[in-house]
């Protein structure tokens, strides 16, 4: 017998449904299953930490400025501190907790203090002591800045010992740091010898009337000294001298007087000279301290900032504004090997070239063991530089400004360029690529403003008048000279042996992922570009400060990679290079069966 058919007219919907409290009962059940369960947590529950020390990890970078502060005798710190009065912080608590602030990139006191109070590698290292921001900041002012050079040396030898670096390779570059100042605050050395000159002007002018004065009246002015022999501070205290006696002899004569129309005319006559006299104290006298002060800031400088007058307006890299705004700020000369700071110091001067010289000077002056190859880039490429690299015996690696372009094939084939004509070395002639004689003509000197002496010699070409390269060659009127200096010339030559050699090639190609790499590190991943002390002796030892975060980061982070702590989690580069070089030459026995034997 067949089944009946089922149609959407007998299909009874209602039967097929469930009743609404057993649907309910359903989706309660389904909400009890996925009840979620946490872990159990009262923070009004007290809580006893036996040990601090054991929530910091192994390799943390406060355990390493702690075991290196720890390695230093007591005495390297006491002996700043002369005794009496209330007990201080000890000092090797102090240095820790602002060593251990720059590495984690706090440069505020306030904010220092605040990590005292919050973290807990800096609560393990000050022993759960609370100095106050202005204790620290005192103690980084003034205490820092006497036992920062032995602290530096004493890392280094250390960093030596442990064999992270040599001291072979001395790879050197500077970089400028703003300085903690207002930028609109500025000095200019033309500006104030514009001001003074002006004012030597109305100081003269003033004088000699005052002279013509003291002629009509039967006096003299001064006794054996010429105007132009005197001194702007001698001319005023004469005029000074002439105007108050003046003055007082005629104030004398006016309160004698009895006539009023007389004592009237004699006042109007008296006031000129009270007007002068005014004019000397009130202004002539107080403008020229100040440009005398101002000259005396200026030093070899062309500006500085009134706020941190040792600061110099320079050039920076950060130019947000697109217009190459000049800054207030430092030269920082810093040298490294294997991304350490080997060496520091701080500057007045814009330029590199200049910086050379005291750097290595001041290098010498320190315990530190001096490198056997310097190695620089072309802004330290200059004749008194390679003399004085020659004068003291050391290797430098330093292309010259041109070295690069020489290297081009537009330059080699350029007519302008003396080097690339034909030279008779017996004759002591060139011939230009018009095949004319540019012979000898003088010996020249100059000296440059910062008293250096270079010898050059002078070549004329014999006739320039009807040349069809003329339109080549540079534009100055006469026949085309040549200056040749001997001395630099083979000095360039040298350098460019010892950089085109294998050996040095290769040290010279690690110096960008030295030094200019540990500047990245310091301006962009630590943040630190800008100071937050003032003065050139303050901001030295800052930088110092931020050089020995850097160096005890690096050490921590290198014994963290020893210890292999995250070598199960992620492979190394070496490691993926394996991976990779396995795979490329073996990858057709991944294909093959396995053979067991």
């Known amino acids: 017998m067949c089944n009946p058919k089922i149609t959407n007219e007998n299909y009874n919907t209602e039967q097929t449904s469930l009743p609404l409290a057993i649907q309910e009962e359903t989706v309660v059940s389904r909400e009890r299953k996925l009840t979620p369960t946490f872990i159990p947590y009262n923070n009004q529950q007290s809580t006893i930490i036996f040990d601090i020390q054991e929530l910091i ?10 075991q290196m502060i720890e390695s230093i005798e007591d005495v390297v710190f006491f002996e700043q501190y002369r005794g009496g009065g209330r007990s201080s912080y000890h000092p090797k608590m102090m240095t820790k907790v602002i060593l251990y602030a720059y590495s984690q ?14 973290n807990i590698p800096m609560m393990w290292l000050t022993a759960l002591q609370k100095p106050d921001y202005r204790t620290i900041n005192r103690f980084r002012t003034e205490q820092m800045g006497k036992l920062l050079p032995k602290l530096f040396e004493e890392m280094i030898h250390q960093l030596i010992e442990q064999k992270h670096i040599t001291m072979e390779n001395y790879f050197l570059d500077g970089t400028k740091i703003e300085a903690n100042t207002n930028k609109y605050t500025f000095v200019w050395k033309k500006a104030t010898t514009k001001f003074e000159a002006t004012l030597q002007k109305k100081i003269d002018e003033v004088y000699q009337e005052i002279q013509s004065i003291t ?49 009237k005319e004699k006042r109007r006559a008296l006031s000129p000279f009270k007007k002068l006299l005014r004019l ?62 080997l060496f520091y110091t701080v500057h007045q001067r814009l ?69 690339n004509w034909a030279y008779d070395e017996y004759k002591d002639e060139y011939t230009c690529p018009n095949n004319r004689k540019v012979l000898f003509k003088r010996y020249s000197t100059r000296t440059d403003k910062n008293g250096f002496t270079r010898d050059f010699k002078v070549y004329e070409c014999e006739d320039c008048s009807d040349c069809p390269l003329k339109s080549q060659c540079p534009k100055a009127q006469g026949n085309r000279q040549v200056q040749y200096n001997p001395v630099y010339e083979e000095l360039k030559a040298k350098a460019k042996v010892s950089l085109w050699s294998e050996p040095s090639a290769q040290i010279y190609a690690r110096r960008k992922i030295e030094v200019e790499s540990v500047f990245g590190h310091i301006k962009g991943n630590r943040s630190f570009r800008r100071f937050s002390l003032r003065s050139l002796a303050k901001v030295q030892t800052e930088f110092g400060i931020v050089a020995m975060a850097h160096n005890l980061l690096k050490v921590a982070g290198l014994h963290q990679l020893l210890s292999g702590k995250n070598r199960g989690k992620q492979k190394t580069s070496r490691e993926k290079q394996f991976v990779f070089l396995y795979l490329f030459y073996f990858r057709d026995l991944l294909d093959s069966p396995i053979v067991y034997l």
């Open 351 to 419: 330029t590199d070239t200049r910086c050379f010289k005291p750097h290595i000077e001041a290098l010498k002056n320190t315990s530190l063991p001096f490198p056997k190859n310097v190695i620089a880039d072309a802004g330290y490429g200059s004749e008194e530089n390679y003399i004085y690299s020659l004068d003291e015996q050391f290797e430098s690696l330093i292309p010259y400004n041109t070295f690069l372009t020489e290297q081009k094939r537009s330059y080699k084939k350029d007519i302008r360029h003396a080097s």
């Open 280 to 341: 000397v104290n009130e202004d002539f006298r107080p403008r020229l301290v100040k440009y005398q002060q101002q000259n005396a800031l200026f030093g070899n400088r062309n500006s500085y900032s009134k706020t941190d007058t040792d600061a110099t307006f320079m050039r920076m890299k950060e130019d947000h504004m697109n217009n190459g705004q000049l800054k207030p700020g430092y030269n920082i000369q810093m040298a490294t090997e294997n991304q350490f700071v």
């Open 215 to 263: 002629d009509n009246e039967g006096q003299e002015l001064h006794v054996k000294d010429e105007m132009s022999e005197l001194t702007a501070e001698q001319k005023l205290t004469q005029i000074e001298e002439v105007l108050v006696k003046k003055v007082t002899e005629e104030t004398t004569a006016i309160q004698e007087e009895t006539d009023a129309v007389i004592r």
């Open 105 to 118: 990139k706090v440069y505020s006191c306030r904010e220092i203090a605040k990590l005292v109070e919050e």
């Open 57 to 66: 990890p192994p390799h943390h970078v406060a355990r390493v400025i702690d």
